[in-house]
T-cell receptor
Framework: NAGVTQTPKFQVLKTGQSMTLQCAQDMNHEYMSWYRQDPGMGLRLIHYSVGAGITDQGEVPNGYNVSRSTTEDFPLRLLSAAPSQTSVYFC?????????????FGSGTQLSVL | AQSVTQLGSHVSVSEGALVLLRCNYSSSVPPYLFWYVQYPNQGLQLLLKYTSAATLVKGINGFEAEFKKSETSFHLTKPSAHMSDAAEYFCAVTKNQAGTALIFGKGTTLSVSS
């Protein structure tokens, strides 16, 4: 199993450009989530999903869109990139199971918006 | 809404000294708590997680945490620090009763000196 795969690993955008951060998992996990990590701010939840066709907003959803058409994929879209979206982005997934099932994290995408 | 407060953004200890990283939580539902560790330039790794079966939880690398409901705390400890423990540590609480995503604290950077 590959686990949680994020692409690309690095990306540089210009202000106003759009792009999609890809996230795929091969563990048949129903729960998936996106976080951004900024120095001194920890990880903040952007959006999450409890299954195909079902998504919800997290702590910092503005400027980001998500959709979940399959169990495996949970892409994060930046519609019009802003310098404030410069960050490291992590995708995570977990099995439905018990409430304290652990999250499996991807290796992250480092995004710079100029 | 669920939240986590980590007291002290930076903790410095000498090798062999006690490590104490503080975490307090706020939760409107029975909380499930986690500690994650991030070594430099790496992803997040689960250190330990709270289970309702025991208030004292043992994790990897000699770390443990005690859940104290009366104090709404889940502090992380290790009796004797090692140089390899230098990393950033994150406390997290489940966002809801199903545990579909996590809410993280801002993190504590642990430095270990010889």
């Amino acid at each position: 199993n590959a686990g949680v795969t994020q692409t690309p690993k690095f990306q540089v955008l210009k202000t106003g450009q759009s792009m999609t951060l890809q996230c795929a998992q091969d563990m048949n996990h129903e729960y998936m989530s996106w976080y951004r990590q900024d120095p001194g701010m920890g990880l903040r939840l952007i959006h999450y999903s409890v299954g195909a066709g079902i998504t919800d907003q997290g702590e910092v959803p503005n400027g980001y869109n998500v959709s979940r058409s399959t169990t495996e994929d949970f892409p994060l879209r930046l519609l019009s990139a802003a310098p404030s979206q410069t960050s490291v982005y992590f995708c995570a997934s977990r099995d439905r199971g018990a409430t304290n099932e652990k999250l499996f994290f991807g290796s992250g995408t480092q995004l710079s918006v100029l | 809404a669920q939240s986590v407060t980590q007291l002290g953004s930076h903790v410095s200890v000498s090798e062999g000294a006690l490590v104490l990283l503080r975490c307090n939580y706020s939760s409107s539902v029975p909380p499930y708590l986690f500690w994650y560790v991030q070594y430099p330039n790496q992803g997040l790794q689960l250190l330990l997680k709270y289970t309702s079966a025991a208030t004292l939880v043992k994790g990897i690398n000699g770390f443990e945490a005690e859940f104290k409901k009366s104090e709404t705390s889940f502090h992380l400890t290790k009796p004797s620090a090692h140089m390899s423990d230098a990393a950033e540590y994150f406390c997290a609480v489940t966002k809801n009763q199903a545990g579909t995503a996590l809410i993280f604290g801002k993190g504590t950077t642990l430095s270990v000196s010889s």
